[in-house]
């Protein structure tokens, strides 16, 4: 069963701070990570997505990924209040298929 | 505006009243999915369809179908519901999942449906 797994959290950072989003997958011959956002009882929203080995950077955020360790991050810089949501990690794996981890919490404290 | 149009929102309804969810998208995406949303299980498919006449069953397909008619909509029909099936529904599409283009693969998701199941 192939799997993307995340801290459900809450993960709690006061305002200003690095918030770090971890997300590990099993699949090895997946691709494409994608980082979604998702307000309580909203529907999730693409933040961005990474396929290459290394950091992809867009305003507050960057996405990191490391495919020998199958490990992909997202830095939010200067986390802001409005920042506080559920972050979805998803894996698209060799079929081609996109897996969802759990979320993880992110809360900001003002 | 590009979006995908989900309906109804809420809906309670008791076991056994079959019930349709609509679903239609104005993007000419290729690829649209169903996906159910429970708390500490995060999403999970229920069906998908590369294009029109073309349907598939994801991980929790079980007490669901679907048809792709029409390329712009797929509708998720529950024929007899049940208590477990009680969740937040998501339909969402993408331009085609299996390009190497990974911009190519973004899903747009709809507003959710919130079913209850009595």
């Known amino acids: 069963q192939k799997e993307v797994e995340q801290n459900s959290g809450p993960l709690s950072v006061p305002e200003g701070a690095i918030a770090s989003l971890n997300c590990t997958y099993s699949?090895?011959?997946?691709?494409?990570f994608f980082w979604y956002r998702q307000y309580s009882g909203k529907s999730p929203e693409l933040i961005m997505f990474?396929?290459?080995?290394g950091d992809k950077e867009d305003g507050r955020f960057t996405a990191q990924l490391n495919k020998a360790s199958q490990y992909v991050s997202l830095l939010i810089r200067d986390s802001q209040p409005s920042d506080s949501a559920t972050y979805l990690c998803?894996?698209?794996?060799?079929?081609?298929?996109?897996?969802f981890g759990s979320g993880t919490r992110l809360l900001v404290r003002p | 505006e590009a979006q995908v149009t989900q309906n109804p929102r809420y809906l309670i309804t008791v076991t056994g009243k079959k019930l349709t969810v609509t679903c239609s998208q104005n993007?000419?995406?290729?690829?649209m999915s169903w996906y159910r949303q429970d708390p500490g299980l995060g999403l999970r498919q229920i069906y998908y369809?590369?294009?029109?006449?073309?349907?598939d069953k994801g991980d929790v397909p079980e007490g669901y179908k679907v048809s792709r008619k029409e390329k712009r909509n797929f509708p998720l029909i529950l024929e007899s519901p049940s208590p477990n099936q009680t969740s937040l529904y998501f339909c969402?599409?993408?331009?085609?999942?299996?390009?190497?283009?990974?911009?190519?693969?973004?899903?747009?998701f709809g507003a959710g449906s919130r079913l209850t199941v009595l």
């Open positions: 969402a599409s993408s331009p085609t999942p299996f390009s190497t283009d990974a911009g190519a693969n973004v899903l747009t």
């Open positions: 699949d090895r011959g997946s691709q494409s």
């Open positions: 990474i396929y290459s080995n």
């Open positions: 998803a894996a698209q794996d060799s079929s081609y298929k996109l897996i």
């Open positions: 993007m000419n995406h290729e690829y």
């Open positions: 369809s590369m294009n029109v006449e073309v349907t």
